[in-house]
């Protein structure tokens, strides 16, 4: 249900932008987020967004990246400036339903790779 992809290899200072695709679930009740697992690292939160777009970032991507949702494509987008090799890691995303129960949905990883 959550289709990640634009992954690759980028240079230090360049960009990349990330893209899930999210089918089978209603945007309006999910938080989508970016996560990833860096190596030999436990996987952290990047970015999120909820229905309101309003968003959040860690404090290391901050002023570098931006998460962007476009309801029409049933999409969120991560933009990744100013890359960095400590970048380079596994990117997830995931949908956590705001209601109760609760419970999330994970896509599969989409591998970023910054150096020079």
């Known amino acids: 249900q959550l289709q990640a992809s634009g992954g690759g290899s980028g240079q230090p200072g360049g960009s990349l932008r990330l893209s899930c695709e999210i089918s089978?679930?209603?945007?309006?009740?999910?938080?989508i987020a970016w996560y990833r697992q860096q190596p030999g690292k436990e996987r952290e939160g990047v970015s999120c967004?909820?229905?309101?777009?309003?968003?959040e970032h860690v404090d290391s991507v901050k002023g570098r990246f931006t998460i962007s949702r476009d309801n029409a494509k049933n999409t969120v987008y991560l933009q990744m400036n100013s890359l960095k090799p400590e970048d380079t890691a596994v990117y997830y995303c995931n949908a956590e339903y705001v209601g109760f129960p609760g419970g999330d949905y994970w896509g599969q990883g989409t591998q970023v790779t910054v150096s020079s």
């Open positions: 089978g679930l209603s945007l309006r009740h999910y938080v």
């Open positions: 967004i909820d229905a309101s777009s309003r968003t």
